[in-house]
């Protein structure tokens, strides 16, 4: 009886040794997947931040194409703002690629950091970088109040199928720097504009006017008018 009850207990520490075991290796098998599939800057880059707004205007998307072959792009770049943040989304439009190095420039042109003669961007020196595992897309937000109004993006990232690395730029305009490298200038969408396509807190006839949109947005002037009526 002794002999049972001893047996029993050691199949009852195996049973649940091996089922923590499993769950611990169901959990890491869905992280490894999940890291194949996205990853977001939140808490990666110091200006990033785990938010999520609805964008403001319409997305800018940048073909990422590679250096060897213009006409070929495997990714995009994806462009959009809120209120609060920039969000630059690196995202793999073709079957087999994922991307292990990103380097990104946002700011004036002439912050771009540069090799010594002046005909390439110095991409290893960007402000903004990510290198680790495969992944099919990567987010930067960036905060708007760290950026001008309009900025120039500059991207370059290397995408992998495993076997084979491919480098690509971002799609744009070449200020004659050697071996494609382009950028992209882009204003930042002002989120809080009235059917009319002024800005809240504005009319049309007098921008100073407060505008109130529960329809109740007169100035003091109409006021003032109905207190003399």
């Known amino acids: 009886m002794q002999k049972l009850l001893h047996y029993s207990k050691l199949l009852m520490i195996l ?3 091996t089922g923590l075991f499993s769950c611990e290796r169901l959990t890491e098998l869905y992280r490894l997947n999940e890291s194949t599939r996205s990853m977001d800057a939140k808490g990666h880059d110091k200006k ?4 999520t707004e609805d964008p403001c205007g319409e997305p800018v998307i940048i073909r990422l194409v590679s250096t060897e072959d213009l006409a070929y792009s495997p990714a995009n770049v994806i462009v959009t703002n809120d ?5 630059v989304k690196f995202e793999v439009t073709e079957r087999g690629w994922n991307f292990d190095m990103i380097y990104l420039q946002v700011g004036p042109l002439d912050h771009v950091p540069l090799i010594d003669d002046g005909t390439y961007p110095a991409f290893w020196d960007f402000d903004y970088q990510w290198a680790d595992e495969p992944v099919a ?12 109004d309009c ?31 382009f950028y992209t200038y882009y204003c930042v969408e002002i989120c ?3 059917p009319s396509g002024t800005e809240a807190g504005q ?9 109130d949109y529960s329809g109740d947005d007169k100035d003091d002037d109409d006021e003032d008018d109905d207190d003399d009526d």
């Open 15 to 17: 049973f649940l040794v």
């Open 48 to 51: 990033g931040k785990d938010k």
């Open 83 to 87: 209120d609060e943040f920039l969000t």
């Open 137 to 148: 897309s990567y987010t930067f937000q960036l905060s708007l109040a760290d950026l001008d």
């Open 151 to 181: 900025v120039n993006i500059l991207a370059q990232a290397r995408v992998t199928d495993g076997a084979n690395n491919m480098p690509t730029w971002s799609e744009g305009i070449n200020p004659d720097w050697t071996e494609g490298p």
């Open 192 to 194: 809080n504009v009235s």
């Open 203 to 211: 009319t049309e006839d007098n921008p100073d006017v407060t505008k």
